[in-house]
């Protein structure tokens, strides 16, 4: 059996950078609409911000193999559109048995959870913090503060994503909104399903 060699990675908590990265990608603004209550603040923004990335991944995944894990890091610009913090898609595992962890490495933010039931947690995500996401519960990050927001995140090697769990449904439960001040407050989504 070709065994696989141990790793070390060094992580920089102010942009993300993870030195032994070998995929990427990056979500612009234009690639989000249809996520945002908002629409016609989202169509006004659209001329400047088509371009702009609003976050971007790093990973690294030495296999494939079940067992193993990909670990990265996630970089999420603050911003709004309307009176909603700027989001990540959001997703539920393909093996929706999966778990996830996030850690937080600097910036302020959320993680909004729900469950198939509907139940919806939030855990906040910043320097020093853990967050554990069990199975088959949807997840999304939410950037509510003023700096990029930078985590780091780390699954099983082939639970995948299913990103359009969340579009079928119209919406997760609940929108994180600006509370009128400096900070947040969650919001009913009317459009939002059952997730089935």
């Known amino acids: 059996m070709k065994w696989i060699a141990p790793e070390s990675s060094q992580v920089f908590s102010e942009?993300?950078?993870?030195?032994?990265?070998?995929g990427r990608y990056q979500k612009h603004f234009r690639d989000l609409e249809g996520l945002y209550e908002d629409g016609e603040s989202f169509s006004r923004m659209l001329p400047e911000w088509?371009?702009?990335?609003?976050?971007?991944v790093e990973d690294h995944r030495a296999s494939e193999q079940p067992g193993d894990l990909i670990y990265g890091t996630t970089v999420m610009m603050p911003g709004?559109?309307?009176?909603?913090?700027?989001?990540?898609?959001?997703?539920?595992?393909?093996?929706?048995?999966?778990a996830e962890t996030y850690f937080g490495l600097s910036g302020e933010g959320i993680l909004l959870l729900e469950s198939?039931?509907?139940?919806?947690?939030?855990?906040?995500?910043?320097?020093?913090?853990?967050?554990?996401?069990?199975?088959?519960?949807?997840h999304r990050?939410?950037?509510?503060?003023?700096?990029?927001?930078?985590?780091?995140?780390?699954?099983?090697?082939?639970?995948?994503q299913?990103?359009?769990?969340?579009?079928?449904?119209?919406?997760?439960?609940?929108?994180?909104?600006?509370?009128?001040?400096?900070?947040w407050e969650l919001k009913d989504?009317?459009?939002?399903?059952?997730f089935s």
């Open 15 to 22: 942009n993300g950078k993870l030195l032994n990265a070998n």
């Open 50 to 56: 088509s371009e702009k990335v609003v976050y971007q």
């Open 80 to 98: 709004k559109v309307g009176n909603e913090f700027f989001m990540t898609r959001g997703h539920q595992h393909q093996k929706a048995e999966c």
């Open 116 to 138: 198939p039931d509907g139940d919806v947690e939030v855990r906040e995500i910043r320097a020093g913090i853990m967050v554990y996401v069990p199975p088959y519960w949807i």
């Open 141 to 160: 990050s939410v950037n509510t503060g003023n700096t990029d927001l930078v985590f780091l995140f780390n699954y099983p090697s082939d639970a995948g």
């Open 162 to 183: 299913d990103y359009g769990i969340i579009e079928r449904n119209r919406g997760m439960r609940k929108r994180v909104v600006t509370d009128g001040t400096n900070g």
């Open 189 to 194: 989504n009317e459009d939002s399903v059952k």
